[in-house]
């Protein structure tokens, strides 16, 4: 079946340690991307890659790291977490950037204490 | 990136044809008009996207204006599972992905 997956998909930490939520997709696609989701403000980018070794910044990146050094991961990096990065977070994939239909993840409900 | 404006929210029988309003009237020609809805929290799901003819697909319809202004997503037989936050996107194609999301519209299919 193909899908986006996530992990881990509820996460309660406390600020200032790191934490990774990783993304997997299997259908070989070269795009993925990371949005986080806050009451009143919607969905919003935080990092996106174009292929393999390719990432960049979409508009809320601040706090956060990326990496993609195979075409099916696509993990989030939170080095210090802090209260503000409480959300609720998906990862999204579609064959290539741009495309009409992308394909998103189950999403990952953080909070940081 | 075109503005998109939304009904907050719409009700719809079981069964009945649920209409989804969008409209976007400073739409510019190379802008598609994209639907997805999130059903409670899910990942956004694709529904369907257009640039000015009319579309269907097994999930829905899309209709547009002939002046591309506004748009209407039509789910043919609603069921339970249709209530969700439905959204309308007017963007350009590859513009680094990026799906930009209003405040769509909650649409509640009832019993």
């Known amino acids: 079946e193909a899908q986006v997956t996530q992990n881990p998909r509820y996460l309660i930490t406390v600020t200032g340690k790191k934490l990774t939520v990783t993304c997997s997709q299997n259908?070989?696609?070269?795009?993925m991307s990371w949005y986080r989701q806050d009451p009143g403000l919607g969905l919003r980018q935080i990092y996106y890659s174009m292929n393999v070794e390719v990432t960049d910044k979409g508009d809320v990146p601040e706090g956060y790291k990326v990496s993609r050094k195979e075409k099916r991961n696509f993990p989030l990096i939170l080095e210090s977490p802090s209260p503000n990065q409480t959300s609720l977070y998906f990862c999204?994939?579609?064959?290539?950037?741009?495309?009409?239909?992308?394909?998103f993840g189950p999403g990952t409900r953080l909070t940081v204490t | 990136d075109a503005k998109t404006t939304q009904p907050t929210s719409m009700d719809c029988a079981e069964g009945r044809a649920a209409n989804l309003p969008c409209n976007h009237s400073t739409i510019s020609g190379n802008e598609y008009v994209y639907w997805y809805r999130q059903i409670h929290s899910q990942g956004p799901q694709y529904i369907i996207h257009g640039l000015k003819n009319n579309e269907t697909n097994e999930m829905a319809s899309l209709i547009i204006t002939e002046d591309r202004k506004s748009s209407t997503l039509i789910l043919p037989h609603a069921t339970l599972r249709d209530t969700a936050v439905y959204y309308c996107i007017a963007q350009i194609y590859n513009q680094g992905g990026k799906l930009i999301f209003g405040q769509g519209t909650e649409l509640s299919v009832k019993p």
């Open positions: 259908m070989n696609h070269e795009y």
């Open positions: 999204a994939s579609s064959s290539r950037g741009g495309s009409y239909e992308q394909y």
